[in-house]
C-alpha cells in the first residue's frame, strides 16, 4: 500500500508542478508583471514536469548541450547576472551536466567512469598542459586571468568527452545524438543559405523567442565584396568547418536509412561554401581522401556527380564558386598573398600563415618542451591587450603555447582516433558498422586537417562539437568492441553444448 501511495504521489507532482506553473503565468499576466520573462520560464517548467523522464535521460542531456551549442551563438548572448564575468547559456548548461554526471558517479552504481582508447594520449596531455603552466611562472602570474579562462575552457572540453564517453552505454543512444548534429547543422545551412540571399540572420533574434537571453550584438564581414555569412557561428571560417564536420555523419546515413539523407548533406555543403571559407575546402579534401581509402569504389562513383554540382551551387549560392576562385587565385597568387604584409597593417591582426611560419618556428625552438604556457598568447580582434599575432594555424599556436611535446601528444589524440576508426571500419562485419565508423574518421581527420588554416581552439562551438564527436566515437568502439566479446564467447560456448 505504501508503495502504491509514493508511486501516486510521483504521479500528481508533475500535474501540481504544471498547475502551478500556469496559475503563476495567469496571475503575471492579469497584473501585467512581468510577463515576458514569466513566461517563458513557465515554458520550461511545463515542459520539464511533462517529460522529465525523458528529459533527463543522459543522451538528452548531451544533446541539450549540442542544441544550446549550435543555436544560440557564442559570445552573442549572455544571461543577466551582476559577476565579475560573463554567464554564457551555454557554460550553465555544460556545468550542470558535469555536476549532474559527477554526482552520479559518486551514488548511482549504475553510473562509471568508462576507461576509453583515448585516455593515454588525454592523460599525457592534460599533465602536459599544467606542466606547461607550472614551467612558466612569470608569464602565467601576468596573464593569469587568461590562463585561468584557457585552463577552464580546456578542462571543460575533456570533461564534456568524458561524460559522452562514458553515459552512451548502447548504440541507438550514440546514433540519435548524431542524427541530431547532423540535423542541427543541416539547419544552420538553411538559414545561412538565407542569410546569403538576404543578409537576415536568424541567430541574431534568438532573445526574442528567449528574453531572458542579452543580446551582445553582431557582426557583418564580407570578402571581394561579398557577405560571408555567419549563421550562429563566431566566424565565417568557423562557421564552414562546423558545417563540413556532419558532412560525412550524412553520407552515413544516406547509405543506410535513407537517401532523404542526401539532403541533409547537399545543404550542408552548400551551407559551407556560402562561408566563402577556404578551410572548409580543404575540410572537405581530408574527407574525400579518407573515404578513398576506405570506400574507394563508391566514392569513384560519386564522381560523375561534380559537374551537376557546379550548377546547383551557381544557382543556390550565386557568387560561391567566383568567391572561391579568388579567394584560392588571389591576384598575385595565394603565396604572395600569405606571405607580405598589407601596408599599414597591424602585425597582430593581419593574416599571413606563411609569412609567420618562420618566425614563430624560431619562437616556438626556444621554449621547445613545455612551451610558453596554455592562454598566455592572447590574440584576436575583441582583445583590448594582445602580445601575439593572430596565426590562423591551430597546430602552430599549439606548439607556441605547449611545446613540441605537447603538439605530439595532439597528433597522436588524432593518429589514434583515425587509425582505431579506420581499422574498425575495415574489421566491421556489417556494412553499416563499416560505413559508420568511415564517417566519424573522415569528420575527425577533417577537423585535425582543418586546425592548420584556422584557429581552432579560438571558436568554442566547432571545439565541443569535435570533443562531444570524439567522444561519442570512443562510446561506440568501446560498445562494438563490448558485443564482439560477447559474440566470441558464445562462440566458444556452443561446442560445449553441441
Known sequence: MRAEASASHRELLPVAVIVGALAVLTAATANDLYTAAVAPLVLAVVVFAAWHRTLLQWQSLIGLILIVVLFVPITRYRLPANLPFQIELYRLVVALVVFVW??????????????????????????WVLASEVANPGRVDELSSYVAKSLTFFLSFVLVYYVTASVIRRRDEAIFLLKLLVLGCTAIATSSLIEHRTGFNIFYHVHSVAPFLQFQGGDTISRFGRLRVLGSAQHPIALGAVLVVPVPLAVYFARTAGRKWWIAGTTLLLGALATGSRTAIVMLIAMTLIFLLLKPRETRRVWPLLVPAVVIVHAVVPGAIGTLKNAFFPPGGIVAEQTEL???????????????????LREAAETPLFGQGLGTRITGFGSTFRNAPIL???WLNTTLELGYVGAAFWLW???????????????????????????????????????????????TQITFVFWILLGLSAAILRINRELRADVNALERIRPVHA
Open 102 to 127: 559527477i554526482t552520479s558517479l559518486l551514488i548511482d552504481r549504475r553510473v562509471r567512469l568508462e576507461r576509453t582508447v583515448f585516455d593515454k594520449p588525454l592523460l599525457l596531455l592534460v599533465l
Open 342 to 360: 598589407p601596408p599599414n597593417a597591424d602585425p597582430y591582426l593581419a593574416g599571413g600563415r606563411i609569412r609567420q611560419l618562420g618566425p614563430m
Open 392 to 394: 590562423d594555424n591551430q
Open 413 to 459: 589524440l588524432f593518429g589514434r582516433g583515425v587509425r582505431r576508426l579506420c581499422r574498425a571500419s575495415r574489421e566491421a562485419d556489417d556494412d553499416h558498422d563499416s560505413w559508420l565508423f568511415a564517417g566519424l574518421a573522415a569528420a575527425i581527420t577533417g577537423f585535425g586537417v582543418g586546425m592548420l588554416t584556422f584557429d581552432a581552439f579560438g571558436f
